[in-house]
């Protein structure tokens, strides 16, 4: 998580700089010459023998690429690597550690309690508390360390190790060295403050676009006026439209289908930004996706279209994003720093994960199974299929019944933890050990999990308690962030050194609070008696893969699109998404659904929202079906005591400490081909 945290820092740090300082920095890496970095080299090596040469070598040529002409001349340059090189690293990396703990600690102490008053159920809130919210004592953090050289002090001395050597020599690393490796990640970018304030706008613009993107349903009609939502239906896309979809699956009645099929109808017209203007966000004119018909006051009239403001915003954040490239020596395209920097798994890496996944034949069988159980042809929306979902044998108000009894407010939940974590299988020692790190708070929105970026701070459970009690739906939302807190407290106090504190990345933060959540039927002695369950869930896990994967490879290749198209303009944007949509839908799905041509992959709003992110979730199911493969007959809470303790290392080393094998879609496709060869076994029967 501390990796996580970081990058989330990193992009708060921003800052009114002069234009000077700013031209300053603009010629960083170009400033210093080759025959000085070699000049500076030889003498380090010569004033220090015994030192590693290639390691000087590297420090002195990173520093150099971070080196502008504000920094000094040539001549200081060479002084300050001289002066500044330390061949007791071990004193100077638990300094930087002691002391990045602190910063980061303390100001994220001071962030969570600048967001108390929105973030949790305690009073009225005042005006001013937004504000405070939003301010980060973060923001000059990065300026000011490269000003006063101490991250070119860090660069110089830990010098940075790429992801392949990070994965090659991982796992024969000392704690020492781990933390070194780690020291040389922090500090990555030196993006001046106009640029990175420039990204936050955007994005924050962005974000607004797609949280006011709602559809009110009842004036979606189908060809013949019908109505089919109720009244006080408004969905946002994608999410909102598409959970709505889902939950048709159980409405076997033609109702249901055309329901589902008018929401993918609007998907379509969203993505080919036919849809209505006045559809957006505003209730009262009809409008039939199907036939893009629009009803202004109940008379049949041609609207104005979206025009292309989905594309256009992502082009936005395309070339702000791309004016940071040059303050990034080590990740120099937005696409590095989402996959090499933020997941440490490079593109060609997860392409290759998620096109062996999608391509193998496995999936047909399953898309067949599915056809069987509809009783129809699949349809491209499928690949929302809800209807593996084991069901629960016990019902939900007897659930809740129980909840709210035991849980009738935070404080409660609190108390409680540690018994939790007993049902669980922790001795209760441990579990008091690891709770008193851990604080309930009831929260005014949706469930989240703060975690600590310190020994000395609590992690924060917070969920949405009603009056009468904490229902079964908010339980398991709690156990989904308890497994946040418990992964961010053990991951903190278990690791001896700050340097390596954490997990690799948010994908393994889902998946490890994933291991909780499913447990929670467990935890309330609730017993199912449902045998296809097992089956049922890494169906239900796989082909949620399944889809997510096509949709990240939509976004991750339209990034690459941009990259090659610099100056496109929203509408040529427009036309390569839905041809990338379409390629990948008939390179991996059209078999499937016996479908051609669809575009729906490129309906996802974290693509405008949240770029370059979708490929997380997939990762997320892999590393959950991985780690739960391990963990089978094994005792529970020594495991993932064992397994949340490794700290942070690249993915592929973390998931070979936690499991015996790096991150692989293989396991997955064998149990998953397993369970259709028993499916397939029963009907033959
Ligand atoms: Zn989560």
Known sequence: MKNICFILIMALFSCKQSETKVNIIDNMGKYITASAIDETVKELESKYPQSDRELIGRGVKLVSEFWSSGDGSPDEFKEFCINSYSQDKKALADRFSKNLETVFGRFSQVGKEMQFPIHVEDGDLLPVDEIFASWSPFAHVSDDWFDNKLAMI?????????????????????????????????FASRTPGRIQ???????????????NYNIYMHNIVDEKGGRYF??????????????????????????????????????????NQEIPQEIINTPGNDYCPVNNRFFRNGRDTVPE???DTRYAFMLEIFRASKAADKYSPLYPDAIKRAFDQGLEMTFDEVETMFTTFLSDPVIEKI??????RLRRP??????WYDGFKARSSINERDLSARTVKQFPDAKALERQLPNILQLLGYGTDRAEEICQFIAVDAARGSGHAMGAAMKDDVSRLRVRVPETGLNYNGF???????GHNVEQTVSMYDVDNYLNSGIPNTAFTEALAFLFQKRDLDVLGFKENNPDKARLAILDNYWHAFEIMGVALVDMYTWKWMYANPDAKPEELKAAIISIAKDVWNKYYAKVFDVADSPILAVYSHMISYPLYLAAYPIGHLIEFQLEQHLEGKDFAKEIDRIFSIGHCSPNVWMTKATGTKLSVEPFIKAVTNVMDEINAQVDD
């Open 154 to 186: 860090l660069h110089l001395n830990f010098p940075y190790y790429s992801l392949d050597e990070r994965n090659a020599k991982g796992l024969q690393w000392t704690d020492d060295e781990n933390a070194a490796v780690n020291l040389g990640l922090y």
């Open 378 to 383: 699949l349809r491209a929306y499928d690949i």
């Open 367 to 372: 898309g067949g199974f599915i056809g069987r």
């Open 305 to 307: 279209r979206e025009k």
């Open 197 to 211: 304030q420039n990204i936050d706008e955007i994005s924050t613009r962005a974000e607004m676009y797609i949280s």
């Open 230 to 271: 109720p009244e006080d239906m408004r969905l946002i896309s994608h999410w909102g439209l598409r959970d709505e979809l889902k939950s048709n699956y159980t409405d076997r009645t033609e109702t249901g289908l055309l329901k589902q099929k008018l929401i993918y109808d609007l998907m379509i017209r969203i993505i």
């Open 476 to 482: 398991n939302v709690a156990m989904h962030e308890f």
